[in-house]
């Protein structure tokens, strides 16, 4: 409810401004939009649009997700499932990016000044969330499925963006950040730092109900030499690049995230007591190795790994 | 407050859509803005020390100083369930006055029954501790470290990650705190924000001085506190024969200290040669941040003030009591530990007599505060 709050806030003051919610199913955000709308500002918000599934089916919240197979022609039953279950409840969908480039068809790199909005968007960085908090969803109403940024309407070669919170941000206090930097949920207290990726869920398939699968990916291994200053061994910033054949065109385009894909090499199917989590812990965390080169990570140095990520691809919108 | 709305609107304008959320942790933005101008309010009324006698000054945070009114809310919070989601647990139920603020556990358990890795620290003196947990380098400071308990998820301990909202709220609506933190953070013109719980309930932990045991009166001159066998166990822990001071040293019986005298802090971790077991994950103790193996079961030496009430020991809970203890370190270590490489060179066997052991026990139970235990400024408030 915090970012509803927010918006309705901050649109009485500013009226023309972009509804701050890129992508939020409730009520009151939908009648900002329309209020927005109303009078006279852009239509939609422009920018970079993510979408996120589970194989062939949506990711989301309140129910259950179910027919993520790749095909129903594949022999392996696995092929079907998310970790080897299906039906499956999200629990929680949320990750961090940064660090924008676009390259045009002139080989031009456009490094991209994404900027503040107050609530998902500050210093260059943007929190996408796809959960609700409703179902078995954690987290809050509020929902961003949308980098804000003004482009040209045209077909780019490449795009690239980082999965995570750049260094330089990574161990400011979240208690005093600016949003979106200030959630308790991509916090990591632990480490002083962030989460830059939050993906969780239950099993709903009889043979292994309330199984739970938990990927939390952030810088490991870190210490603070002198004071103020950390180093952490394993960055774990997945490089995203991404150069479909015909382009990119952010008009036309929008970035799909597969659940299914980022856990890919798991397995939780197994009857009482086959969850399974990795929050990037190190070597004392040994699930990570599986699903790390899903988003192109070696497990062992947090770096670009010889397998390319799979995650993310583009789609037509 | 007319300076107040009026710096407040500003805000808002400027940064559109971020007030309602921010306006919760931007107190200090508008404190300064108020002092610039010129009303430099005092932040509430200073808490004196009454320190032990040996005790040095503590060293407390620049942006949190010490005051009567922040112990006070920090005293509600620590002892209030609302601080869990499922109303079923607070900082107090793993942390209970009695056990010198232990929970007697092998290892805690979370709000939801779910079982800790390490076993609860007692907080006896936590003023004066450099870090903080059984060995996390990156908590130097309870504001941080009170961040893991609330919103931390692996363990859950109170499950608070997410319902940040939900938990000022909560306190909003209860009739007890609005008065608190206003007098609390009597400059924060909305002193509901976490970064003000976390302020309070580390002021209320700072307070939590424990220097008025009998070995403190045997100190003090007062030779008949300590028995003779206690006195024995006391040559015993200073001597070279069991060397236990060099880790366990100084007024807080530890060797990592933070005080207002401390230039150089040095910042310590030691293997103490339990079985390799204890180490596997999650409980790899500094390795968990160095990712170095040299530091694999390196763990912080707990003050050993109030030990007598803090059992089981270790960080896994897995000695059940003091003797236990002693047989360890006498023997150089547990299991395959005794040939550790990263063990420390202190841990190493040494011969001692049944009736030696007994006097190094009467001596560590010398340690208990009784006052410290019963002190009804550390109950309860409800």
């Known amino acids: 409810m915090k970012y509803v709050y927010i918006c309705a806030f901050a649109l009485s003051f500013a009226p023309f401004l972009w509804n701050c919610d890129g992508n939020s199913s409730s009520n009151e955000t939908l009648a900002l939009i329309a209020g927005s709308q109303a009078l006279g500002s852009s239509s939609k918000p422009r920018g970079i649009s993510f979408h996120a599934v589970v194989g062939d089916s949506e990711a989301v919240c309140g129910q259950e997700i179910t027919g993520h197979g790749d095909s129903h022609s594949s022999s392996t039953v696995h092929a079907l499932h998310v970790a080897g279950v299906m039906p499956i409840g999200l629990k929680d969908l949320r990750f961090y990016v940064s660090e924008f480039?676009?390259?045009?068809?002139?080989?031009?790199?456009?490094?991209?000044?994404?900027?503040?909005?107050?609530?998902?968007?500050?210093?260059?960085?943007?929190?996408?969330?796809?959960?609700?908090?409703?179902?078995?969803?954690?987290?809050?109403?509020?929902?961003?499925?949308?980098?804000?940024i003004d482009l040209e309407n045209k077909q780019y070669k490449t795009i690239r963006f980082t999965l995570g919170v750049p260094e330089n941000l990574n161990h400011i206090d979240y208690s005093v950040s600016p949003s979106p930097l200030n959630i308790s949920g991509m916090a990591w207290g632990w480490t002083m730092g962030y989460r830059f990726f939050v993906g969780e869920f239950y099993s709903n398939d009889s043979t292994s109900p309330g199984n739970s699968a938990v990927l939390h990916i952030g810088s490991s291994g870190c210490t603070e030499p002198s004071p103020g200053t950390y180093t952490c061994v394993n960055s774990n910033r997945p490089k995203i690049e991404l150069s479909p054949s015909g382009?990119?065109?952010?008009?036309?385009?929008?970035?799909?995230?597969?659940?299914?894909?980022?856990?890919?090499?798991?397995?939780?199917?197994?009857?009482?007591?086959?969850?399974?989590?990795?929050?990037?812990?190190?070597?004392?965390?040994?699930?990570?190795?599986?699903?790390?080169?899903?988003?192109?990570?070696?497990?062992?140095?947090?770096?670009?790994?010889?397998?390319?990520?799979?995650?993310?691809?583009?789609?037509?919108? | 407050m007319k300076v107040i709305i009026s710096i407040t609107i500003v805000l808002f304008s400027i940064i559109d859509c971020a007030p309602f959320g921010l306006a919760k942790d931007k107190g200090e933005d508008l404190q300064t803005g108020l002092l610039l101008l010129g009303g430099n309010v005092p932040e509430g009324t200073p808490y004196i020390w009454d320190l032990p006698s040996g005790f040095p000054d503590p060293k407390i945070p620049e942006n949190n100083p010490m005051t009567v009114e922040k112990v006070t809310l920090g005293r509600f919070l620590f002892y209030d369930t609302k601080l869990s989601e499922n109303q079923t647990q607070a900082c107090a139920s793993c942390h209970q006055q009695d056990k010198a603020f232990?929970?007697?556990?092998?290892?805690?358990?979370?709000?939801?029954?779910?079982?800790?890795?390490?076993?609860?620290?007692?907080?006896?003196?936590?003023?004066?501790?450099?870090?903080?947990?059984?060995?996390?380098?990156?908590?130097?400071?309870?504001?941080?470290?009170a961040r893991v308990p609330m919103f931390g998820d692996n363990p859950v301990e109170l499950g608070m990650k997410d319902k940040e909202d939900?938990?000022?709220?909560?306190?909003?609506?209860?009739?007890?705190?609005?008065?608190?933190?206003?007098?609390?953070?009597?400059?924060?013109?909305?002193?509901?924000?976490?970064?003000?719980?976390?302020?309070?309930?580390?002021?209320?932990?700072?307070?939590?001085?424990?220097?008025?045991?009998?070995?403190?009166?045997?100190?003090?001159?007062?030779?008949?506190?300590?028995?003779?066998?206690?006195?024995?166990?006391?040559n015993l822990f200073f001597g070279e024969r069991g060397e236990c001071f060099h880790c366990?040293?100084?007024?807080?019986?530890?060797d990592t200290i933070l005080h207002t005298g401390t230039v150089f802090e040095e910042v310590t971790f030691h293997n103490n040669g339990l079985d390799s077991s204890s180490f596997i994950s999650p409980n790899g103790g500094l390795y968990e941040f160095t990712f170095s193996e040299s530091d694999r079961g390196k763990f912080r030496a707990p003050s050993l003030r109030n030990v007598e009430l803090t059992a089981p020991y270790m960080h896994d809970g897995s000695l059940p009591d003091l003797i236990s203890v002693i047989d360890h370190y006498a023997n150089g270590g547990s299991g395959d530990g005794v040939s550790n490489p990263n063990r420390d060179p202190f841990v190493r066997s040494f011969s001692l007599t049944p009736s030696e052991k007994q006097d190094l026990v009467e001596f560590l139970k010398s340690l208990t505060d009784e006052d410290f235990v019963t002190n009804p400024k550390f109950e309860s408030p409800f």
């Not at chain 2, 366990?248 to 530890?254: A, I, L, S």
């Open chain 2, 248 to 254: 366990h040293g100084g007024f807080n019986f530890t």
């Open chain 2, 166 to 234: 939900l938990l000022l709220s909560r306190l909003e609506n209860d009739p007890i705190y609005p008065p608190l933190f206003r007098a609390a953070f009597p400059n924060d013109p909305n002193p509901f924000s976490l970064l003000n719980i976390t302020k309070a309930l580390s002021s209320f932990q700072r307070s939590l001085v424990s220097g008025n045991s009998a070995y403190d009166r045997f100190q003090a001159g007062d030779i008949s506190a300590l028995s003779a066998s206690a006195i024995r166990g006391k």
């Open chain 1, 101 to 148: 480039e676009l390259v045009d068809e002139n080989d031009n790199t456009i490094v991209l000044n994404i900027p503040d909005n107050g609530t998902w968007q500050y210093s260059g960085v943007t929190l996408l969330d796809f959960e609700n908090a409703s179902g078995s969803c954690t987290g809050t109403t509020a929902t961003n499925k949308i980098v804000q």
């Open chain 2, 102 to 145: 232990t929970d007697g556990r092998t290892v805690s358990a979370g709000s939801t029954g779910q079982a800790h890795p390490r076993n609860a620290q007692h907080l006896s003196n936590v003023v004066y501790n450099l870090r903080l947990t059984w060995a996390n380098p990156l908590l130097k400071n309870l504001e941080d470290q």
């Open chain 1, 247 to 317: 382009g990119f065109n952010p008009f036309t385009q929008e970035i799909q995230f597969d659940l299914k894909k980022a856990f890919a090499g798991w397995d939780i199917s197994a009857a009482g007591g086959g969850s399974k989590s990795c929050h990037s812990m190190g070597a004392m965390d040994g699930n990570c190795s599986a699903v790390y080169p899903n988003f192109g990570l070696d497990y062992s140095t947090g770096d670009v790994g010889s397998v390319s990520q799979s995650v993310f691809s583009i789609l037509s919108k």
